[in-house]
C-alpha cells in the first residue's frame, strides 16, 4: 500500500485522533460542555404535560380543552372522598362540615378554594359516604406545583380513622400521583442506566480504568442533548414531556455505549497490529467508523419519522429521540476516540492489548458457532425461524387497548384507592365528567340529547361553578357517565353521546373530558401504528440497500427483524399476562416497542453484515459469514447486554407503561443479539451464499471462485491471520 493510500485510509482519523488534534477535540467539548451544562439543568422546567401536549392537535376533545379556557381558566377536581361502611355519624358528618370550610379558604398552590363544592352525600338518609370537589387550576405551572396542592387539601382533611376512611382521588389526585412518579425520573433513569453500564463494562473487559472513558462520553452526549433540546422547546416549538425526558436518558446511553463498545472493540485490534496508538485508532475509525455511523444514521431517521405521528407526544418523542442519538453518535466518533488515544494503551489495564499479540476471539465461541450453522444451514434457519414464529403466537395475549388510572401504576397510591372507594357509593364517572360546547340557540336540544343518551347521570347535566353562562354565543356544561372515566363503557358512552350531538341541526356541539381525550387518542394512536410502522421499515430498507449496495441481503434482514419483532410482543404479552399480572398495554406500546428494536437492533445486524461483506469480497460469502461472526460476535453481544441493561432501568419506575416498553425492548434486543443475528442471520447469509449480494458485482465475482453450495471443510473456518479483523473484547 502506498503512503498516499494509507493516508487516504486514515480519514477523518487523523482529524479526531492526531497527535495535536485529539486536544482540539477535547477541549472543543469542555467549551461546548461549559456552555450548554446551564440549559441542560433546566429541561425539566420546559417540560409540558398538560393534555395539549399528549393529544392529537385536530381531535374534537382537543379542540373543546381550548374552547373551555374562554368559559373559565382550565381546571381539574381534586376529590375528596370520606366514607364510612356502616354510616357516617354525626361527628364524620361535623369533620367533613370543618373540612369544607377549611378548603374554601384555600389559595395558594393553584387551589380556588372559593369554588370548593360539597359536601355530596351518596343518600339523602343515612348515607356512607361524602364527596368534597376541590378545583385546582391548570396553568403553566400547574404540573409543577399539582403535589403541593394536592398536599395542602391533605393537610387540610387530616387523615381516616377510626373506621372513617378519607381519601383524595379524582383527576387532581390522580395527576397529582403521576407527578410524583416522574418527579426525579431523569436521576433516576441516569443513576440506573449508568449502574447498568458501569458493570457491563466491567464484565466485558475487566478493566475498571477503561469504563470511565465511555462513561465521559455518554454523559457529555447527555449534557449536550438535553441542552440543545431545552433550547428548541423554549425557542422552536418542541414538546417535551416526561416520556420523551425519560427515553431520551436511556437512548443516549444505550446507544453511546454501544457505538463506543463498536468502537474499542476495532481500536483493540489495530494496537495488536500497529504499535502506534495514533495510527491504530485512525485505522479503526476509517474502518469501524462507518458502520457505526450508518448505525447511528438509521436510529435518528427512524426516530425522526415520527414526525408523521398524530399524537403531539409521539410526534415530540420524533426529534427529541432523533437529537439525542445524533449527540451521542458525535461523541463517540470525535470525544470518545480523543480520550483513548489520550490515556493511551494503560486504560485498559489489567487486560493491555500489546502490539503484535493474538487476537483472543478467532478460535472463540462465535466461530464454534458459525462453523457448526455452516453445516447444515437450512435447518438452522428453518427451526429458528419456526421457533420464533411459534413465540409470536402470543400475540393474541396482547390487549394493546389502553391501560386505566386503577391499572397504571406498579403500586396502588391513594388516589387509586380512592377512586375503589368512591365507585363503590357514588356515580363511576364522578369527578371527570364529559364537557360539551355547543351554539346557544341550541342549548335546550343539545342538553336534552346528552340527558337522553344511555350511560349518562341526567341530573348531574349542569353549568360547572365558576363557569361563565356564554361566550361568543356559545356555552358550555357538564354531564356525568355512569361508568368510570378511563373505562371502554365510558368510551362507548362518549361516542354515542357524540352521535347524538353532532345530530342535532345547526348546534354545532362538540363533547370533550377526559374520557373523550383517551378516545380519541385510541383513534390517533391506531392511526400512527398503521403509518409509522410501514415507514420506519422503508427507511430502514433504504438505508441497508445504500450501506449494502444489494437488495437481496437487506430484504432478508428485514424479514427477520419483523420475526424478531413479533416474538419479542408474543413473550412480552404472555409474561405481563401470566408473570407480572398487567391488566393490559398502552395504545401506543407496539408502536414504541416496534420502534426502538427494529431502529437500534438493526445496529447489530448492520455491524455484522458490513464486515461479512467486507471479509466475502476477500474470501468469498461463506468463508466471510464465518469469520465475520467469530470477530464480530463478542463485542455486538456486549453491546446488546448493556442495550437490553439500560432499557430494562425503565423498569425502576413506578409506571406500568414504562415497565411494559422497558421490558419488551430489552427482551427484543437479546432475541435479536443471541438469536436473530447469531443464528438466523448467519444461516440464512450462509444457505443462499453469494447471491445474497444481488445485484452488486460482488454475487456475480463470490460465485466465480467455486465455492460449494455448504463450502468443504475449509471454507467455513476463519484464516489464522485475515487481511482485516474487526477485533472484540476477550470472551
Known amino acids: 500500500m502506498t503512503d498516499a493510500q494509507e493516508k487516504r485510509r486514515r480519514g477523518i482519523g487523523r482529524l479526531v485522533c492526531g497527535r495535536r488534534s485529539k486536544w482540539l477535540v477535547v477541549g472543543l467539548w469542555l467549551v461546548l460542555l461549559v456552555l450548554t451544562a446551564p440549559f441542560a439543568q433546566k429541561l425539566a422546567d420546559a417540560q409540558d404535560n398538560d393534555a395539549a401536549s399528549w393529544l392529537p392537535g385536530s381531535a374534537e376533545s382537543t379542540q373543546v380543552l381550548q374552547a373551555s379556557e374562554d368559559f373559565r381558566p382550565e381546571q381539574i377536581p381534586a376529590i375528596v372522598v370520606y366514607a364510612r361502611a356502616d354510616g357516617l355519624t354525626a361527628q364524620d358528618r361535623q369533620r367533613i362540615a370543618e373540612d369544607v370550610r377549611e378548603l374554601k379558604a384555600l389559595h395558594a398552590h393553584g387551589l380556588r378554594g372559593a369554588e370548593t363544592r360539597g359536601p355530596v352525600y351518596d343518600r339523602k338518609t343515612a348515607p356512607r359516604a361524602a364527596q368534597v370537589f376541590v378545583p385546582v387550576t391548570m396553568d403553566e405551572q400547574a404540573w409543577e406545583r399539582i403535589v403541593s396542592a394536592v398536599d395542602a387539601i391533605r393537610a387540610d382533611v387530616g387523615k381516616g380513622g377510626d373506621g372513617l376512611a378519607v381519601h383524595i382521588t379524582g383527576p387532581g389526585g390522580t395527576s397529582a400521583d403521576l407527578s410524583e412518579a416522574f418527579e426525579g425520573i431523569d436521576s433516576t433513569l441516569l443513576f440506573s442506566a449508568m449502574a447498568v453500564v458501569v458493570v457491563m463494562l466491567l464484565l466485558t473487559y475487566r478493566s475498571p480504568t477503561l469504563l470511565l472513558v465511555p462513561l465521559l462520553g455518554v454523559v457529555a452526549a447527555l449534557f449536550t442533548a438535553q441542552a440543545l433540546i431545552y433550547l428548541l422547546a423554549e425557542h422552536a416549538g418542541l414538546t417535551v414531556n416526561g416520556q420523551s425526558a425519560g427515553i431520551l436518558t436511556v437512548l443516549v446511553f444505550g446507544a453511546g455505549t454501544d457505538y463506543a463498545l463498536l468502537l474499542v472493540a476495532r481500536y483493540r485490534e489495530e494496537l495488536r497490529r500497529h504499535e502506534d496508538r495514533h495510527e491504530a485508532m485512525a485505522l479503526a475509525l476509517h474502518r469501524a467508523g462507518p458502520a457505526v455511523f450508518a448505525s447511528g444514521a438509521t436510529v435518528v431517521l427512524s426516530m425522526l419519522v415520527l414526525l408523521a405521528a398524530e399524537m403531539n407526544s409521539t410526534r415530540g418523542l420524533g426529534p427529541v ?81 389502553g391501560i386505566g388510572n386503577a391499572d397504571a401504576f406498579t403500586g396502588k397510591p391513594d388516589s387509586i384507592v380512592g377512586q375503589e372507594v368512591s365507585a363503590r357509593y357514588f356515580p363511576a364517572g364522578s369527578g371527570d365528567p364529559l364537557v360539551v360546547v355547543g351554539d346557544r340557540a341550541r342549548a335546550e336540544e343539545v342538553g336534552r340529547a346528552v340527558a337522553g343518551t344511555r350511560g349518562v347521570v341526567p341530573e348531574s347535566l349542569g353549568l360547572p361553578p365558576g363557569t361563565k353562562p356564554e361566550v361568543e354565543g356559545k356555552v358550555l356544561f357538564e354531564a356525568t357517565m355512569t361508568a368510570p372515566a378511563d373505562s371502554e363503557a365510558a368510551k362507548r358512552t362518549v361516542e354515542r353521546v357524540r352521535d347524538a350531538v353532532h345530530a342535532v341541526p345547526d348546534a354545532d356541539a362538540q363533547v370533550g373530558g377526559g374520557t373523550a381525550a383517551l378516545l380519541d387518542m385510541d383513534g390517533a394512536t391506531t392511526h400512527d401504528n398503521v403509518l409509522i410502522i410501514p415507514l420506519v421499515l422503508v427507511v430502514v430498507l433504504l438505508i441497508l440497500c445504500v450501506l449494502l449496495r444489494a437488495l437481496i441481503a437487506p430484504l432478508l434482514l428485514i424479514g427477520t427483524v419483523v420475526l424478531s419483532f413479533a416474538a419479542a410482543l408474543g413473550i412480552s404479552a404472555l409474561a405481563f399476562r401470566y408473570l407480572f399480572d398487567y391488566a393490559g398495554e398502552s395504545t401506543d406500546f407496539p408502536l414504541f416497542v416496534f420502534v426502538f428494536l427494529v431502529a437500534l437492533g438493526i445496529d447489530y445486524n448492520i455491524f455484522l453484515t458490513t464486515r461479512i461483506r467486507e471479509e466475502a469480497a476477500r474470501q468469498g460469502t461463506r468463508k466471510g459469514v464465518v469469520t465475520g461472526l467469530a470477530t464480530t460476535g463478542a463485542v455486538i453481544t456486549s453491546a446488546g447486554l448493556v442495550l437490553a441493561g439500560t432499557f430494562a432501568a425503565l423498569g425502576t419506575l413506578p409506571m406500568v407503561a414504562f415497565a411494559e416498553i422497558g421490558f419488551a425492548v430489552a427482551l427484543g434486543v437479546l432475541l435479536d443479539t443471541f438469536v436473530v443475528r447469531s443464528v438466523l442471520v448467519t444461516s440464512l447469509f450462509l444457505d443462499v451464499g453469494p447471491k445474497i449480494w444481488w445485484p452488486h458485482r460482488l454475487a456475480h465475482t463470490d460465485r466465480a471462485k467455486g465455492e460449494s453450495r455448504r463450502g468443504d471443510g475449509n471454507a467455513t473456518r476463519p484464516p489464522q491471520e485475515p487481511a482485516s479483523r474487526p477485533g472484540g473484547p476477550p470472551e
Open 321 to 401: 429521540a432523533a437529537i439525542g442519538v445524533a449527540v451521542a453518535l458525535a461523541a463517540m466518533l470525535t470525544l470518545f476516540p480523543a480520550l483513548l488515544v489520550i490515556c493511551g494503551r494503560w486504560i485498559f489495564w489489567p487486560v493491555v492489548p500489546h502490539f503484535g499479540s493474538a487476537d483472543p476471539t478467532e478460535r472463540g465461541v462465535w466461530a464454534r458457532v458459525g462453523n457448526r450453522s455452516a453445516r447444515r444451514p437450512r435447518l438452522v434457519w428453518g427451526v429458528t425461524a419456526a421457533a420464533l414464529a411459534l413465540l409470536s403466537l402470543g400475540l393474541i395475549q396482547l390487549r394493546a387497548e
